[in-house]
């Protein structure tokens, strides 16, 4: 638990040699402790140039800005002042220990100022998840996805539900007021159209949140074949860069190697797979279980075929996005349908039809983009589906289909941070670097 009382203060740039580097001090002491380095103190949000000095004999730490945010207008919700220095080591270290002097000051924690943005009720839980997404985004799409997610998309879909579902509570309990007689139907009526119309957008967004997990993690490609069929050579011309070892000699690879792509704005992960062939020897036959295993589990195979090869002899389901090439396009006579990465016949398209499924498939992302969130929507949604079978049984039972609701409700608050979920928070917070 945080102590908002306490002034934190930390670097929050990466620690280096840079051309700036910037200090946040957050909390009741903040002005202060700035203003016993830098004497008198800019207005709010209008930043001033401003020599920092160390309060005990005078001497100068550096020049530096100084930018101050009003408690209620700053990220965390409090008094905030941010120093911004010349990125030396020596001068954020030597600013850094005249400020731990102060016994109103402490060296924030992993996360603590945007802990404490959601305890000031600046962001949610699910604004702070789509935050560290944002922080660690590595292409477009996922910038994007984390941006509406920060902006409150997810918040608003899982408030909307909350609403619905209190309604449906209210006009449970009402209904008990006529325990003895027939529910009202325009009553019961309304509570059915509530949890019908929840269920069915909660469905949406489950159905979604794999996608969009993906999107987040990024897709997984797996090339599949036989040994010296072409794959590591495919990899590398995929990546653009050596990546595997190639050689004539058959079963080279005997690991599942992975190169990074960035296809229409979607993050991918190449998979190099051992060759798939009857083998003796046992560190190969490992490779090629967990080949096996891996382009199970990937989003999209390649089987890649030499001459006579067929998918059905690799012992892998083929499905609907997996894309057949013929290998060593390069000496073929006639080159449709094949690749080289010898030469890079055909992988241009091959990167061209990769991008196309790919966004294909992260069109129908949901809001919902964890896995947390979607075992809550899960759980949640299990509990309306008997909430709505109680509604309809000949035996109705009120009580227990407003704790159906009330369950429901309260595990829709859990993801957006309004119940007790501190366990959970500890987790999240300390994947936050320190000054975040």
Request: net charge negative.
């Amino acid at each position: 638990m945080t102590m908002l009382n306490e002034t934190i203060f930390a670097e929050a740039t990466v620690p280096g040699r840079a051309g700036v580097s910037i200090v946040r001090v957050s909390g009741p002491d903040a002005w202060e402790c700035v203003s016993s380095l830098a004497g008198s103190l800019p207005e709010p949000r209008i930043a001033a140039l401003r020599e920092l000095r160390d309060p005990l004999d005078g001497r100068l730490l550096d020049s530096g800005l100084v930018l101050l945010f009003a408690e209620g207008a700053s990220f965390t919700g409090e008094r905030v002042a941010e120093l911004q220095l010349h990125g030396s080591r020596a001068v954020v270290k030597a600013v850094l220990e005249v400020l731990s002097r102060r016994e109103s000051t402490r060296f924030a924690e992993a996360g603590e100022f945007t802990r404490r943005a959601m305890e000031n009720g600046r962001l949610d839980l699910t604004q702070v998840e789509a935050l560290g997404d944002l922080i660690d985004a590595e292409t477009e799409a996922q910038r994007r996805q984390a941006i509406r997610g920060f902006e409150g998309e997810f918040s608003r879909v899982l408030t909307a539900w909350r609403n619905d579902l209190q309604r449906a509570m209210a006009l449970a309990m009402a209904t008990l007021d006529f325990s003895d007689e027939d529910i009202p139907d325009d009553l019961a009526d309304e509570i059915h159209l509530l949890i019908q119309r929840t269920i069915g957008s909660m469905e949406d967004e489950i159905r979604g949140c794999d996608i969009a997990d993906r999107v987040r993690t990024g897709f997984e490609v797996a090339i599949v074949g036989k040994p010296n069929v072409g794959k590591s050579t495919l990899l590398n011309a995929l990546a653009r860069r050596d990546v595997a070892i190639t050689s004539e000699i058959a079963g080279t690879t005997r690991d599942v190697l992975e190169a990074q792509l960035e296809l229409s704005g979607q993050k991918v992960t190449v998979l190099d797979t051992a060759g798939l062939r009857e083998t003796d020897d046992r560190v190969e036959g490992l490779g090629i279980d967990r080949a096996r295993n891996r382009a199970a589990g990937a989003d999209i195979r390649i089987f890649l075929l030499d001459e006579g090869d067929r998918v059905e002899d690799f012992e892998i389901t083929q499905q609907a996005d997996d894309i057949v090439l013929r290998a060593k396009g390069d000496v073929l006579k006639h080159g449709e349908g094949s690749v080289s990465g010898l030469t890079g016949l055909g992988v241009e398209a091959l990167c061209d039809r990769l991008g196309a499924t790919v966004a294909a498939r992260a069109s129908i992302v949901a809001s919902a983009t964890r896995l947390r969130h979607k075992v809550g929507l899960e759980e949640a949604c299990e509990s309306l589906k008997q909430a709505a079978r109680r509604l309809k049984a000949e035996s109705f039972d009120l009580d227990l289909c407003a704790e159906d609701l009330r369950v429901s409700t309260a595990r829709i608050g859990s993801l957006i941070g309004y119940m007790d979920v501190e366990d959970l928070l500890d987790v999240v917070f300390s994947s936050f670097c320190i000054g975040k």
